[in-house]
C-alpha cells in the first residue's frame, strides 16, 4: 500500500481529556491540529476518549452539578474539539523519530512530519488479569471494581460498604487510607509479609482503625453477582496454599500504573517507571517542540480535569514555540524554535552558533 505523507504545524497523540484540550486550543488559535489516537482494539484495551471511555459516573469533572458518564464528557470534548477544526486520525503510532524538526511519526501506511509534537498518550492501571476483573459484563469492572479511588471511592456502591484494596506500595496505602472516609473496613490485601510503601504510608495505615492487613494472600478470582456486582475475592494463601474467601463488597486494584511511553524511549527523557519529564513552569520535555501533557507525565494527580489543565498547557506552549517566543524546558534553560538557549539566570543568549550574547535589556 502506498504511504501517505502528511504535514502539519502540531500533531497530538491521544484523545483522552489532555489531547482534546489541547486540540481544543491549538484549533482556536488557528493551528489545525491533527489528532491521533488509537482505534477501538478489545485485545489492548483501547478506545478513542482514553480512559474515561470504560467509566460510567464522573462526579468531580467541574461543570457537572450532578456528574456525567465518561463516554459523554469525552463526547463533548470531541464535539467541542471539531468545531474549532481539529483534524482527527485513528491508527496506532507504531514509530517516531525525534533526532530532528520536522518530528517524524509513522503509522501502519502513514507518514506524519510535523513542526511541534503533543504527547498525550496516557498511561495504562496495572490490572492483575484474574477472573471477575475485566469490564462488565464480562466481569465487575465498573460495577463493584476500579483502579481509581479518588475517582469511584466517593460514589454511593462503595459507601458504608467493606472494601478490598490490592497492593502493598504507597498507592495502595494512600488509596486504603483515603477509601476508610467512605468504608465500613478496608481489607488491604497482599501478596507478601511486608510492604512496599514508605515508612510514613506504612505508620499511616497501620494506625487507622479501619483498616486490616491480610497478608500473605493472592488473589485468584472476584466473585459477585451480574444482580448484587462483587460479593467476595477468593485468595490463596502464599504459605500453605489453602484457598478461602474475603467478603467485601468492592476492589479496588492499586498495583501501580504503566506510562503509554514505549514509543519514546530513548528520545525523551523519562523517570525510571517511564512517565515523561517535563518541568512545572511548562510542558516542555527535553527536546524543543515536544510537549507533554496529562496521565503520561504525572504521576501525582491523575485525574481528568488536571489531564485537561496541562493540555491547554501544552497547547499554549507549542504555539509560543511556533511563534519564535522562548519555552522553558526542564533544565530551567528556555529555548527558541531557531535553537536560541535562554540561560537559567535569564542573562545570556547562546545562539545555535555557539554565540554568546546579552539578554538584558539595552539601558536607557
Ligand atoms: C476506571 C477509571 C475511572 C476514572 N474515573 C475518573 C473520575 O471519575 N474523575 C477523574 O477526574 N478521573 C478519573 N479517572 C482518571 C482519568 O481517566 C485520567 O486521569 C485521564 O483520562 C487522563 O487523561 P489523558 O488525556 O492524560 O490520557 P488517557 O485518557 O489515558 O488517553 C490517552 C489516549 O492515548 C492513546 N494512545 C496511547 N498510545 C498511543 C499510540 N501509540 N498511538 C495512538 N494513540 C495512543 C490511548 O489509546 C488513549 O486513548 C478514571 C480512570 C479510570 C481508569
Known amino acids: ?62 461543570g457537572f452539578a ?21 483534524e482527527f ?40 488479569g484474574v477472573p471477575g476483573e475485566a469490564k ?29 484494596v490490592v497492593g502493598g506500595g504507597d498507592t495502595a496505602m494512600e488509596e486504603a487510607t483515603f477509601l476508610t472516609r467512605y468504608a465500613s473496613k478496608v481489607y488491604v490485601v497482599h501478596r507478601r509479609e ?27 478470582e472476584i466473585l459477585g453477582t451480574a444482580e448484587h456486582g462483587v460479593t467476595g475475592v477468593r485468595l490463596r494463601n502464599g504459605s500453605d496454599g489453602e484457598h478461602f474467601t474475603l467478603e467485601c463488597e468492592g476492589v479496588f486494584i492499586a498495583i501501580g500504573h504503566k506510562p503509554n511511553t514505549d514509543l519514546f524511549k530513548g528520545q525523551i527523557d523519562m523517570d525510571p517507571v517511564g512517565y515523561l519529564l517535563t518541568n512545572g513552569h511548562s510542558t516542555a520535555t527535553n527536546i524543543p517542540g515536544v510537549f507533554a501533557c496529562g496521565d503520561v507525565q504525572d504521576s501525582v494527580y491523575r485525574q481528568a480535569i488536571t489531564a485537561a489543565g496541562t493540555g491547554c498547557m501544552s497547547a ?16 530551567g534553560e528556555e529555548v527558541t524554535i531557531e535553537g536560541e538557549h535562554i540561560t537559567v539566570d535569564r542573562k545570556l543568549i547562546i545562539e545555535p552558533t555557539g554565540e554568546v550574547i546579552s539578554n538584558e535589556p539595552a539601558p536607557d
Open 89 to 128: 486520525l485513528e491508527e496506532w503510532i507504531t514509530k517516531v523519530d525525534l533526532q530532528e524538526r520536522p518530528f517524524t511519526l509513522y503509522t501502519e501506511n502513514k507518514i506524519i512530519r510535523t513542526e511541534t509534537l503533543i504527547i498525550a498518550s496516557g498511561a495504562s492501571a496495572k490490572w492483575l
Open 316 to 331: 499554549i506552549d507549542a504555539e509560543r514555540f511556533l511563534d519564535h517566543l522562548p519555552v522553558e524546558m526542564p533544565s
Open 194 to 220: 511486608k510492604l512496599r510503601a514508605s515508612k510514613i504510608m506504612q505508620e499511616k495505615a497501620f494506625r487507622n482503625e479501619k483498616i486490616e492487613f491480610v497478608w500473605n494472600a493472592d488473589v485468584q
Open 66 to 86: 450532578k456528574g456525567i458518564e465518561g463516554p459523554e464528557l469525552m463526547m463533548e470534548f470531541r464535539k467541542q474539539a471539531e468545531r474549532f477544526g481539529t
Open 136 to 164: 462488565t459484563p464480562v466481569g465487575f469492572g465498573g460495577n463493584g471494581v476500579s483502579a481509581c479511588a479518588t475517582c469511584d471511592g466517593p460514589l454511593p456502591a462503595f459507601r458504608n460498604k467493606r472494601l478490598v
Open 1 to 62: 500500500m502506498a504511504t501517505e505523507e502528511i504535514r502539519r504545524q502540531v500533531v497530538i497523540i491521544g484523545s483522552g481529556p489532555a489531547g482534546l484540550t489541547a486540540a481544543i486550543y491549538s484549533a482556536r488559535a488557528n493551528l489545525t491540529p491533527l489528532l491521533i489516537d488509537a482505534p477501538v482494539d478489545t485485545e489492548k484495551q483501547t478506545t478513542p476518549g482514553g480512559q474515561l471511555m470504560i467509566t460510567t459516573d464522573v462526579e468531580n469533572y467541574p
